[in-house]
């Protein structure tokens, strides 16, 4: 009986830790799963973001650009003409007491004729002027001096204001990302247990032991799973060959994460495994200098991240090195933010802010940006001053056109924004404003359809450079200005 009851109590003590080895087990499992779901930092971070939005709104907030003089600078231009010329002259009571609103009135007159440049208005005046005051002309120069400078005042106040306000657009766009990144980081949560020890079992003959998986799967955007994992001491497994593994387990074809290492070793790494593209890019350029010069004003840039391939093109205003130096500014910071995770919109609006802050001589760049998507194949345009963007299907070419003024220039950026769906086969073709201005006036559009209806190839080089001689036989083969030639050629997977 002694025994019985020895065994009992040991078997009730095996039970009794297996219990608290599960509930602890659980407790770590639980704590794991909840580290992204909890997430401490998220409100910081969005208190962050709430800091620098609060801070641009104050800047937005600001005093507002001015085309015309304020009351109270017309005010200040009075005050100064009846202190100076008119306080010597012997009618100064009868003119700004006397009949003051006459003479205030007249006064306005001719400041709103030179504000809005009315040369008849302004001799109409002057001659009324003539024969009611004794120094009427000395009056017209003393007020064009006091109007020129408070119109150069008012200039040097706008671009005080331009400048806060491309501070705010940069404030803000940084707002919005610190929310977005707040939103997607602690949206990844642990993927569901079974699954989880399924693909560990599997892993496992593989010769792959995973420590922990994580998955960001939110509606209308791909899968993605997080897998850290190392390889068994003294083998190594290349990531290709989870691939197809991770794939089936998983229901959807996956690929590991680009610029990352190829191989799995000893040491734990995580590695991103995204849902699969289902179209694939290949594109090539075509170009040329303008004549006399060593150094072209165009620049462009390819990207490829997170399903979308990119084509940035910018044309920098003139030529030689200091157009090229412009259009890789704005060709560089566009790769830069939108392989950073910065939207199109978001990227072409805070170079705009940057180049305004830069510039103040009215020079531009043009932004054209092509973002297509490789899972739908639609294709998204943004365009700011560029020239036109072709698409060619077959026997069948359609324009996709601009009307908007470059970067660069004002501070609310003006660009236009449109999409169309690519089916397997299509050519993109883009071009800067040389290519086109060599072109037949008036019939440049069309006589480029008509061009791309005829040069073929076996690649989008190629094909371009046919593009590119074509349209130099229209300037017998001299380039007045530099021309880029840009093909891109999409092919279902």
Not at 41 to 50: D, L, N, S, V
Not at 351 to 364: C, P, T
């Amino acid at each position: 009986m002694y025994q019985i009851i020895i065994a009992m109590l040991v078997i009730g003590l095996g039970l009794i830790l297996r219990d608290m080895a599960k509930i602890i087990f659980w407790g770590r499992k639980q704590a794991q799963d909840s580290l992204y779901e909890e997430h401490p930092q998220k409100e910081r971070i969005e208190k962050y973001a709430g800091s620098f939005q609060k801070l641009a709104n104050t800047f937005y907030s600001m005093p507002v650009h001015e085309d015309r003089l304020s009351t109270e600078e017309t005010e200040e231009i009075f005050e100064r003409l009846q202190t100076g010329i008119c306080g010597r002259c012997a009618r100064q009571a009868v003119c700004w007491k006397n009949r003051y609103f006459l003479t205030y009135r007249r006064g306005c007159e001719i400041l709103a004729a030179m504000q809005d440049g009315d040369g008849e208005k302004l001799q109409s005046v002057q001659g009324e002027l003539a024969g009611e005051c004794l120094n009427g002309q000395r009056f017209m120069e003393a007020i064009r001096d006091q109007y020129l400078r408070a119109r150069q005042n008012m200039m040097w106040n706008n671009r005080m204001i331009e400048n806060r306000l491309a501070v705010a657009e940069q404030l803000n766009e940084v707002a919005h990302l610190m929310k977005r990144m707040a939103e997607e980081i602690y949206d990844i949560t642990g993927v569901p247990r079974a699954m989880e020890e399924k693909v560990r079992k599997a892993l496992r003959k593989e010769q792959v032991i995973l420590k922990r998986m994580w998955t960001m799967d939110k509606p209308g955007e791909k899968k993605r799973y997080f897998l850290t994992m190392r390889a068994r001491s003294g083998q190594c497994v290349t990531l290709r060959e989870l691939e197809k593994k991770l794939s089936d387990l998983c229901g959807c074809p996956l690929v590991a994460e680009k610029d990352r290492r190829t191989i799995l070793n000893g040491e734990y790494t995580t590695v991103l495994f995204t849902e699969d593209v289902n179209y694939k890019v290949l594109y090539g350029v075509a170009r040329i200098t303008k004549e006399e010069e060593m150094v072209s004003g165009d620049n462009y840039a390819c990207a490829c991240e997170n399903g979308q391939f990119v084509i940035c093109l910018s044309d920098g205003m003139g030529s030689g090195l200091e157009a090229s130096r412009e259009s890789e500014t704005v060709v560089d910071l566009l790769e830069q933010f939108i392989t950073s995770g910065f939207s199109r919109e978001t990227a072409a609006r805070m170079i705009n802010s940057a180049l305004v802050l830069q510039r103040g001589d009215g020079r531009f760049s043009t932004v054209d940006i092509c973002s297509l998507d490789l899972y739908t194949g639609v294709c998204s345009f943004l365009k700011a001053g560029a020239a036109s963007t072709f698409i060619r299907r077959d026997q069948w070419v359609e324009t996709i056109a601009s009307t908007s003024i470059g970067a660069g220039l004002m501070q609310q950026m003006d660009y236009d924004i449109t999409s169309k769906k690519l089916y397997d086969g299509d050519y993109l073709v883009m071009l800067t404003d040389g290519v086109l201005d060599a072109l037949p006036i008036h019939q440049e559009e069309e006589t480029m359809r008509e061009i791309l209806l005829q040069v073929h190839g076996s690649s989008p080089k190629e094909i371009g450079r046919n593009i590119l001689e074509r349209v130099l036989s229209y300037s017998s083969y001299h380039a007045a200005d530099d021309m880029t030639v840009l093909v891109a050629g999409i092919w279902k997977k």
